[in-house]
C-alpha cells in the first residue's frame, strides 16, 4: 500500500477546486492509496479499514474471497472510507482520464459523508486513529484472555445488526431545554395523574400553581420542586427510578447488557465491557453506511457525471468516459443498480424542482400534454438536492420521490420470477407497472434488521426478556439458538426471546410452499391461510426451549 | 439475469475492474492451521463449531469442472429470514425498459447445466489443478481424521511431518533470547578482546556487549518421523453406478485422498484401482476420479487385484496398508463367494479395510448384495478392528461423507 504519486495527486486537487466550485464541501486533506489486489482482499473483510480489530471471522472471510475469486473472478470492494482524512484506494494503472472520473466520484462519497445528517456521529473523530487504538486494546487484552476475546466478540456481533443507532442519532444536537423539560412532565403526566391519581380540580389547581409561581420568577422551578418533595418525600426516588427505566427502554440490547447484566458486573469480568463497548461502535459507526446505499453512489454517479464533462482536461476521452459511465449507471433489463437508480432519482429531482413541479400549481394538472410542458424556471434543482443530500436516507427519499412520472420516464417495473412446469424454466415477467408497486419493491429490498428490544417488565435479576416486535418477516430460525447462547453468555442467566413464526413449522413441503407461495395466481388464498404464531423461546444452560405463547 | 442485491455494487469493481489477485496457498497455510485449531477449542469452552469446510464447484464444459476448497462461516445473528419473503428471495425485483404487465421478458432453466458436481467424464484439465486442491482439502480435514492401526514397520523411508518449534538460533534479533548462548557469545567476544585478565576471577560488569552477541530463537520446522502407509482406493465403475453414487463415493475418496496427501506431505503412496466385472490399475487419482462408467459388477475383481498387487510387490513387510472401496452394493457373484475369499485374504495383513455403500435411490431400503453377504459372513463383528462398512445414501451432503470416513477409520 503506498500513497499515489505527485502526478496524479495534482489530478485530485485539481478535481477538488472543480468540485468545490460546484458546491460539493469536504475537508481539505485526503489520502489517496495505491492497493494491490492482494491488499482489497484483506482488506474487504474488515470494510476497508485497514486498522480495524483482528478477529477470526474476518480471517476466514480471506481465505474464502481467496478461493471464490479463483473461480469466480468478480469481488465487491468500497473505495472511500469514512475516515479523516477520508482514505480512497485505486488500482496502479489507471489513465488520468479515468481517475478524474473516478476521483469525482470520491469527492461526492466524501462529501455525502460529511453532510447527510445519518453520518453525523461520524463527524468529530478519525475512525482509523479510534480503531487503530481500539485494535491494540483487543490485542493486549488478548495476550491476557486468550480465545475469551473471542469469544466476547462474536456473541456481542451477535447483536451488533441491532444498535440503536437511531436512538444514538438522536441523542445528537439534543436541545437542552427538553432535557430539562423530563422533571416537569414527569410530575404533571406520570406523578399526578398515574401514580397519586389527584383529581381533576386538583390537578388544575396544581397547574395553576406553578404558572403562578413560573410567572413571578421563570428560574423558580427549583423552588417550586423543593416544595413538592416536602409534601411527597417519596418524589424524588419514583422520579430518579423512571428516569432510569426510561433511559434503560432507550437502550439497545448490548447496552442493557452492558448496564445490567450480573455477570458482566463482577470484577473479573469487567475487561468484557471493553470489548463489547468496542464491537458496539464499531458497528454504530458503519450503520448510516448501509442506510444510504441508493444516495450516496446516486449522489456519486450524479456529479461524477456533471463535473466531468465539464472538466478541460479530459477532451478526447468522451467516447472512453461514455463507456465506463454507461456501464455503471446502465438500468439493467430486470435488477436493480443502486449507481443508476440514484443517479436518476437526483436528475430527475433536480429536473423537477428546476422546472417547479414540485407545486400545487403542478398538482393540479391533470393533463398529460400539459404536465410534461410545465416549467416555472425556478432553477432552484441545485440547492434543492444538496438539502435532499444532507437530510435523507434511503427509504425516506425512495418514499418521498419516486413518483408515477419517475417510473414511467424510465419505463420502471416490478419484474416477477415465476416456474413454467411444462417448460422447465424460469419465467421472468413484468409484474407491475404501479409506482406503489415499484416503490413497494424498492424498500423491500432496502436494509432492515429486526426490531428487537428488552422487555423490562418480564426482565429481572437472573432472567432476560427480549422481545421482537413482529413486521410480517420472522427471524432466519436456524440462527437463533446460536444467538441466544451468546447472549446467555454474556448475560450469565437465562435469556428468553418472544418471536413470531408460521403456525405450520416448516416441515417437509417447506420448499414448495415457499415457491408456490408467492405465485400470484394462488397468492390470495394462501395468503388467508397464513397464521403467524407469538413463540418464546428460552435458552438456559445451553439448551433452548421452544413453547407456543397463543 | 441474475437476483442482484443493490449491497453488492462497490466503486472498486465496477469503475476499476478491480479484483482479487490469485495468491499461492503458503500464505493461507498458518492462519489455517491457527482457524481450525481455534475451532476445535471450542467444543472443549461448550461452544458449537463455527468453520465448515466447503468446496465450490464451478460447472465447465465437458466435465472440466473446476473445485475449490474454503473454509466458511456464518456469523449468526437475529435477522429476518428472507426465504419467506416475496420481494427477496423469489419474485419481485426492479426492471427497466419495454413490455406489457403480464409479459414474459426472459427466461431461465430450472437445473443448472449440466456438468456440476464430480464424477465421471474425462477433460482436458490438468491432472495437478486437482492435487493441489486435493492438497488443500487434506489440510483442513487432517484436524478430523487419524490413520487407524498404524504400526511401526520397515525403515525404508521416513514419512515426513513437521512440527513447528523455537530452536533455531539467530543473532541479533529474534522471538526470544537464550539467554545461555547469549552469555557463551559474550564471554567468546571478551576473550578476543581481550578483556578478560583474569580466567579465575572472571567480573561480568566489566563485560563489553556487542549487539550481536545476543542470541536469540526463532521459529524452526522440525521433521517428524513416521510409519509409512500404502492406501489402495478400490471404485467400482459398473453401469449401475451412473451418476449419484458415483458422485458421492467418488466425493468421499476425493476427501479420504485429500487427507492423505496433507496428513503424510504427499509421501504416502496410493493405489487406485478401477473395476466392473474386470479390474485395472489407473496412474493416478485425476483419472481414477474421472474415469467412465462401465459395464457389469464383479466386486472380487477389485479385491483380487489388490491382493495380488500386494502380493507380487511384496508390501506386506514394508507399509502399513489401507483399502478404501466404494461401490453401489450390486454384485453379479450375489453370495459373494469369491469376494468374501478375497476379504479374507486381506484382513491378513491389512490395517483397515473401509467399504463404502452408496446405496441407490430405487434401492433404498433394501439391502444390497455386498450389505448383505458381508453382513453374513460376521467378518464385520469379528474383525471390527480391521473392517468397516458404511452406507450412505446416494445424495448424501459433505458432514455425512465426512461422519462416514471417520466410521471408516475410527480406532
Given at each position: 500500500m503506498e500513497l499515489i504519486d505527485q502526478h496524479t495527486k495534482k489530478i485530485m486537487e485539481g478535481c477538488k477546486a472543480r468540485a468545490r466550485d460546484a458546491g460539493l464541501s469536504f475537508q481539505d486533506e485526503t489520502l489517496e492509496y495505491i492497493v494491490t489486489n492482494r491488499d482489497l482482499l484483506e482488506l474487504s473483510p474488515k470494510m476497508m479499514i485497514p486498522t480495524l480489530y483482528d478477529y477470526w471471522v474476518h480471517d476466514v472471510e480471506v481465505l474464502k474471497e481467496k478461493g471464490k475469486y479463483e473461480l469466480y473472478p468478480s469481488n465487491p470492494y468500497e473505495t472511500?472510507?469514512?475516515?479523516r482524512p477520508a482514505i480512497s484506494f485505486y488500482n496502479d494503472n489507471n489513465p488520468d482520464w479515468l481517475n478524474v472520473m473516478i476521483f469525482y466520484h470520491v469527492l461526492a462519497h466524501i462529501d455525502f459523508f460529511q453532510n447527510n445528517l445519518f453520518f453525523e456521529h461520524t463527524w468529530n473523530y478519525d475512525f482509523n486513529a479510534q480503531a487503530l487504538s481500539d485494535k491494540r486494546v483487543i490485542s493486549k487484552l488478548r495476550a491476557e484472555k486468550g480465545r475469551w476475546v473471542d469469544y466476547i466478540i462474536e456473541f456481542t456481533r451477535g447483536i451488533d445488526n441491532i444498535v440503536g443507532f437511531y436512538d444514538e442519532l438522536s441523542d445528537v444536537n439534543q436541545p437542552q431545554a427538553t432535557k430539562d423539560a423530563k422533571l416537569l412532565d414527569f410530575y404533571f403526566d406520570i406523578f399526578l395523574q398515574k401514580i397519586k391519581k389527584v383529581k381533576t380540580h386538583e390537578y388544575i389547581k396544581e397547574i395553576e400553581r406553578y404558572n403562578e409561581s413560573f410567572k413571578q420568577d421563570s428560574s423558580n422551578q427549583k423552588a417550586f420542586f423543593s416544595r413538592i418533595n416536602k409534601q411527597y418525600p417519596e418524589f424524588e426516588a419514583l422520579y430518579k427510578k423512571h428516569i432510569d427505566r426510561d433511559s434503560s427502554h432507550k437502550m439497545d440490547i448490548i447496552q442493557y447488557i452492558l448496564k445490567h447484566s450480573p455477570f458482566l458486573n463482577k470484577d473479573e469480568n469487567n475487561w468484557m465491557r471493553t470489548v463489547i463497548e468496542i464491537v458496539r461502535n464499531t458497528s454504530l459507526f458503519f450503520q448510516p453506511q448501509i442506510r444510504t446505499k441508493i444516495m450516496n453512489e446516486g449522489w456519486a454517479s450524479f456529479w461524477h457525471e456533471t463535473l466531468f464533462l465539464e472538466d478541460?482536461?479530459?477532451?478526447?476521452?468522451e467516447v472512453d468516459f461514455a463507456k465506463v459511465h454507461a456501464f455503471v449507471t446502465s438500468m439493467p433489463r430486470v435488477g436493480l443498480n443502486p449507481y443508476s437508480l440514484g443517479m436518476r432519482l437526483f436528475s430527475y429531482i433536480k429536473e423537477m424542482v428546476d422546472k417547479g413541479k414540485y407545486s400545487l400549481e403542478f398538482r393540479k394538472i391533470n393533463n398529460k400534454e400539459q404536465r410534461s410542458k410545465f416549467n416555472s424556471s425556478t432553477n432552484k434543482g441545485k440547492d434543492f438536492i444538496f438539502k435532499i443530500r444532507k437530510d435523507f436516507s434511503d427509504s425516506s427519499f425512495i418514499n418521498t420521490f419516486v413518483d408515477q412520472d419517475f417510473v414511467s420516464l424510465h419505463k420502471l417495473f416490478v419484474a416477477g420470477k415465476r416456474l413454467n412446469k411444462d417448460r422447465g424454466v424460469w419465467e421472468y415477467y413484468v409484474k407491475s407497472r404501479k409506482t406503489e408497486d415499484y416503490r413497494d419493491m424498492l424498500i423491500n429490498t432496502l436494509y432492515h434488521p429486526p426490531y428487537i428490544k428488552v422487555d423490562q417488565d418480564k426482565t429481572d435479576d437472573s432472567n432476560l426478556y427480549l422481545n421482537h416486535y413482529f413486521e410480517g418477516k420472522p427471524l432466519v430460525n436456524e440462527f437463533i439458538s446460536n444467538t441466544m447462547l451468546g447472549i446467555e453468555y454474556l448475560w450469565g442467566g437465562p435469556v428468553q426471546l418472544e418471536t413470531s413464526e408460521l403456525e405450520s413449522a416448516p416441515s417437509s413441503n417447506e420448499n414448495q410452499f415457499a415457491m408456490n407461495?408467492?405465485?400470484?395466481?394462488i397468492e390470495e388464498d394462501e395468503k388467508s391461510e397464513l397464521v403467524w404464531r407469538r413463540i418464546l423461546y428460552k435458552m438456559d444452560k445451553k439448551k433452548l426451549n421452544r413453547k407456543i405463547l397463543d | 439475469m441474475k437476483n442482484k442485491n443493490i449491497y453488492q455494487d462497490y466503486d472498486c469493481s465496477v469503475f476499476q475492474a478491480m479484483n482479487a489477485s490469485n495468491r499461492g496457498h503458503i500464505t493461507q497455510i498458518r492462519s489455517l492451521d491457527d482457524l481450525l485449531e481455534r475451532d476445535k477449542q471450542r467444543e472443549e469452552d461448550g461452544f458449537p463449531r463455527k468453520i465448515r469446510v466447503g468446496r465450490l464447484v464451478k460447472p465447465g464444459r465437458g466435465g472440466k469442472d473446476k473445485v475449490v476448497v474454503i473454509p466458511t462461516t456464518v456469523e449468526e445473528k437475529f435477522i429476518h429470514d428472507p426465504s419467506l419473503q416475496p420481494h427477496q428471495e423469489d419474485p419481485s425485483q426492479g426492471g427497466s425498459g419495454e413490455g406489457e404487465e403480464g409479459e414474459v421478458i426472459g427466461e431461465q432453466p430450472v437445473h443448472a447445466p449440466d456438468g456440476e458436481g464430480s464424477g465421471s467424464g474425462q477433460g482436458e484439465d490438468t491432472p495437478h489443478e486437482i492435487e493441489s486442491n486435493a492438497y488443500d482439502l487434506g489440510k483442513i480435514l487432517s484436524e478430523q481424521f487419524e490413520l487407524p492401526n498404524l504400526k511401526n514397520k520397515g525403515k525404508k523411508r521416513a514419512l515426513k511431518r513437521y512440527t513447528y518449534d523455537m530452536t533455531d538460533r539467530q543473532q541479533?534479533?529474534?522471538?526470544?533470547?537464550d539467554k545461555k548462548a547469549t552469555l557463551r557469545k559474550i564471554v567468546e567476544t571478551n576473550i578476543s578482546l581481550d578483556n578478560i585478565p583474569d580466567i579465575n576471577n572472571i567480573d561480568p560488569s566489566e563485560f563489553l556487549i556487542s549487539p550481536k552477541d545476543k542470541v536469540y530463537r526463532i521459529l524452526s520446522r522440525e521433521k517428524d518421523f513416521e510409519s509409512q502407509a500404502m492406501i489402495f482406493f478400490v471404485r467400482d465403475y459398473s453401469g449401475?453406478?451412473?451418476?449419484k453414487p458415483t458422485e458421492t463415493v467418488v466425493s468421499q475418496h476425493v476427501l479420504i485422498y485429500s487427507w492423505l496427501l496433507y496428513q503424510y506431505d504427499k509421501q504416502v503412496e496410493s493405489r487406485f484401482i478401477l473395476h466392473d466385472t474386470e479390474a485395472r490399475e489407473v496412474p493416478d487419482f485425476y483419472t481414477y476420479y474421472n474415469s467412465r462408467v462401465a459395464g457389469g459388477t464383479r466386486v472380487a475383481s477389485g479385491y483380487k487385484m489388490v491382493n495380488e498387487i500386494v502380493e507380487k510387490e511384496n508390501l506386506i513387510p514394508d507399509y502399513n496398508i489401507y483399502i478404501f472401496h466404494g461401490t453401489d452394493?450390486?454384485?453379479?457373484?450375489s453370495d459373494g463367494v469369491d469376494a468374501l475369499v478375497e476379504i479374507r485374504k486381506m484382513l491378513v495383513y491389512a490395517s483397515r479395510i473401509g467399504i463404502t455403500i452408496s446405496a441407490n435411490a430405487y434401492a433404498y431400503n433394501r439391502k444390497s448384495e455386498v450389505e448383505k453377504y458381508i453382513e453374513r459372513s460376521g467378518l464385520l463383528k469379528r474383525r471390527a478392528d480391521l473392517l468397516r462398512l458404511n452406507i450412505i445414501p446416494e445424495n448424501a451432503d459433505e458432514a455425512m461423507l465426512i461422519k462416514g470416513i471417520k466410521k471408516l477409520i475410527s480406532q
Open positions: 472511500v472510507i469514512n475516515t478541460d482536461r479530459i477532451e478526447g476521452h407461495y408467492w405465485d400470484p395466481i | 541479533g534479533f529474534g522471538q526470544f533470547l449401475s453406478m451412473a451418476g452394493g450390486d454384485d453379479w457373484d
